[in-house]
């Protein structure tokens, strides 16, 4: 079944002037403003002391921005048991955590050859792709942690353990729109 995604590449930042126009496009804050006057200033101000603090500043800011400015939207589907092999930790259930296991595979640009294995991501379901009425439970945000990869997977998406997947959904919706977060 094809699906409809988002693709946010992260390939190589694209020349100064483009970063701004993508930052001014990325951000959805307002407090984003003050990003594009520091980047302003390192561009004029390379060697004086206020171009040296900006970057820093810079850096303390999008540490301390909110999760959504950053999120990616994808869709999710459900998959398993079995959990193993997994991708990234074989036969070995013991980094999955307590169970019912809360983990998710990752498609094949997410896991960026195993680079996500053991990163956590809050996955909030945003509705049925389906169009069917909504899709999503009264708890429509679970944390999961990636074990393995998901090969038939769109990008960016994520398929969940079933427990994972019915604490944002109905099992019977199978696939659904969603924000995810690391």
Not at 27 to 44: E, G, K
Not at 63 to 79: E, I, K, R
Not at 104 to 119: D, K, M, Q, T, Y
Request: charged share 10%; with cysteine; glycine share 8%.
């Amino acid at each position: 079944m094809p699906n409809s995604h988002l693709h946010r590449s992260i390939s190589t930042p694209p020349p100064a002037a483009q970063f701004l126009q993508y930052l001014a496009f990325q951000c959805q804050y307002l407090y984003c403003l003050s990003y594009f006057v520091l980047l302003q200033i390192m561009a004029v101000h390379t060697t004086s002391l206020l171009g040296l603090l900006a970057p820093i500043i810079l850096l303390l800011g999008l540490l301390s921005a909110p999760a959504s400015v950053f999120a990616l939207t994808g869709q999710a589907t459900y998959y398993g048991p079995p959990f193993t092999p997994s991708s990234c930790y074989g036969f070995d259930t013991g980094p999955f955590g307590p169970e019912p296991y809360m983990i998710a595979a990752a498609s094949p640009g997410l896991f960026n050859n195993r680079a996500a294995c053991g990163v956590s991501y809050r996955v909030t379901c945003l509705g049925a792709t389906s169009g069917a009425a909504n899709g999503c439970s009264a708890t429509p945000t679970v944390t999961v942690k990636v074990v393995d990869l998901c090969p038939g997977c769109t990008e960016p998406g994520i398929d969940l353990s079933p427990a994972a997947f019915s604490t944002i959904s109905r099992l019977d919706v199978g696939r659904i729109n969603i924000e995810f977060t690391r």
